[in-house]
């Protein structure tokens, strides 16, 4: 069965700390894994795509990964603010039209 | 930018009451989705389109029905609401090129008493 999981459900950290989110998955076949941000109330707005040959990937304070042999991803926040609080989203694409979502890791940045 | 816009924000509708929700794109997308999100349980397919009056079920179709008359707009018919279907609607397109992703609208938190 396809599945796309995510850890950890919830992270609180301070501003100007770091955070990593994992996601796991299990998809065949495997077309491309991206991460979205979701505020709270919004539609989910795409952070970063990868395709099974690359491993990383940047924008600007965020970094994905991708271990396409462990079939793991993470996504690493530097220098988080206030405005990083949101859900994020985990979906990797099998075949053409089937997107696997995962149910999100809510991070939550404090003052 | 692509702009995808959905109806409404928040719709509050009453048991056995026929709902509408809709999608405009301004993108020429070919493909347009709608999803429902509930919590725990992330993003859930309900139908798909990939042209103009070609439509596609979901993972969940049951109790929905969808209507793409014009290649800008995607509707989403709830023919007798009921209140398992309170949930978030979430509008997405792309065009054909899986590569580049969706894109999606602003949600409609539909609520059915």
């Known amino acids: 069965k396809n599945q796309v999981e995510q850890s950890p459900q919830s992270l609180i950290i301070l501003e100007g700390k770091n955070c990593t989110l994992q996601?796991?998955?299990?998809?065949?076949?495997?077309?491309?894994l991206r991460w979205y941000k979701q505020d709270t109330g919004r539609g989910p707005v795409s952070l970063t795509i990868m395709t099974f040959s690359e491993n990383t990937k940047s924008n600007g304070r965020y970094t994905a990964t991708l271990d396409a042999d462990t079939k793991q991803s993470s996504l690493h926040i530097t220098a988080s603010q206030l405005s990083d609080s949101a859900s994020y989203i985990c979906v990797v694409t099998s075949g053409t039209y089937k997107y696997i979502f995962g149910t999100g890791t809510r991070l939550k940045v404090l003052a | 930018d692509v702009k995808v816009t959905q109806s409404s924000r928040y719709l509050v509708k009453r048991t056995g009451e026929k709902v509408f929700l809709e999608c405009v794109q301004d993108m020429d997308h070919e493909n347009m989705f709608w999803y429902r999100q509930d919590p725990g349980l992330g993003l859930r397919l309900i139908y798909f389109s990939y042209d103009v009056k070609m439509k596609e079920k979901g993972d969940i179709p049951e109790g929905y029905s969808v209507s793409r008359e014009k290649k800008e707009r995607f509707s989403l018919i709830l023919e007798s609401a009921s209140t398992n279907q309170t949930s978030m609607y979430l509008c997405a397109s792309r065009t054909g090129g899986y590569q580049i992703g969706q894109y999606f609208g602003p949600g409609t938190r539909l609520t059915v008493t």
């Open positions: 996601c796991n998955y299990t998809v065949s076949p495997f077309s491309n």
